[in-house]
């Protein structure tokens, strides 16, 4: 089985307009890594790259440590699994999967073999004599990772496979996929997808694409780790706006104090809060953002809180969503709540805000680095 890096690798299509910048990456055998981010950040491209079925205009592409940049797709020791399916729609599946050994004239008992045993794992084999068309879209699905599988490749690629598929389909070949895995998790997995439960559920590590200004002289990666380092340590505002849902909120204020272990910011309505981060480097006056997740924030007063008015709910049964005024008309402050908590339109209530939950931000959007192990994070709900 084989790994992957790449070294500072771009790409540049006509007029010289960069899609990819400077991505360094290594995913080791047996990871599975998930390139996530908004659209046109470049991940479906950098993905293409990987397979050969875009050229790179700078830097290497190595896997199992040879360099492929200019090998063709067919000996690069990659099989990718496509949003659309790609199957052969006048063939069974037994034929679908066993179509690219059949090319490769594999032994007609081998081929059997090995298209039987990635049916018993993908449960397909009460449906090796259908036609795609007598298929749903998550059989489908599987019989596209399948013909994946069978060629025993070093390195899976896979683009948005569950975009075409129904939430709970989604739900379903998500964890499907998460099988697959482990069962033959000795080959370096890709894996292309613009959701982030996806990116949160399925990888080892989370590779965040940002299409935004900070790409001109960062480059294209706006963070890679766990997806409880992004989630956790996120490293600029992008990072920590694009992971979870709902989304951070962010309160623009300005530091009053910064030590080593800790922050104090006034918000413009006067009120101060202290967050535990390292603001030595910050001096008092300078404008920073402070950042809580939703799940962080917690109704009632405690050692510190602000007072915000309750612009709209969204009851989902084991949680509600407050959407609360923010500082501006339109960026809400939303705190998730207990399911039975009750606070209607209009209605002022206080919200605690635990000092180590809280993220700084200096005014480059760059964060603070907090005091906190990550697994000491988890803040308690209030009751």
Known sequence: MASIELRAVNKNYLDNIAVIRNVDLQVKQGEFCVFVGPSGCGKSTLLRMLAGLEDIT??????????????????RGVAMVFQSYALFPHISVFDNLAFGMKLAKMD?????????????????????????????????????????????????????PLSNLDASLRVQTRFEIAKIHRDFGRAATIYVTHDQVEAMTLADR?????????????????????????????????????????????????????????????????????????????????????GLRPEHAELGTATQSIVREVQWQERLGESTFLFMRGNQ???????????????????????????AALHVFDAQGLALERRIPIADMQVPHAA
């Open 108 to 160: 007609k008992q081998l081929i059997r073999d090995k298209v039987q045993a990635v049916a018993r794992v993908l449960q397909l084999e009460q449906l090796l004599e259908r036609k795609p068309k007598a298929l749903s879209g998550g059989q489908r699905q599987r019989v596209a990772i399948g013909r994946a599988i069978v060629r025993e490749p070093g390195v899976f690629l896979f683009d948005e």
């Open 206 to 290: 989370i590779l965040l694409l940002n299409s935004g200004p900070a790409v001109l002289t960062e480059g294209s990666v706006a963070q890679c780790g766990s997806p409880l380092e992004l989630y956790h340590r996120p490293r600029n505002l992008f990072v920590a706006g694009f992971i979870g849902s709902p989304k951070m909120n962010f309160m623009a204020g300005t530091l009053v104090e910064g030590h080593a272990d800790r922050a104090r910011v006034q918000l413009p309505g006067g009120e101060v809060l202290e967050a535990l981060v390292d603001a030595s480097a910050l001096q008092p006056g300078q404008p920073v953002t402070l």
């Open 58 to 75: 700078s830097g290497d592409l190595l896997i199992d440590g040879k360099r492929m940049n200019d090998t063709q797709p067919a000996n």
């Open 329 to 355: 008309a339109n960026e809400p402050i939303v705190v998730k709540a207990p399911g039975n908590a009750r606070a209607d339109a209009g209605q002022r209530v206080a919200i605690s805000l635990p000092a």
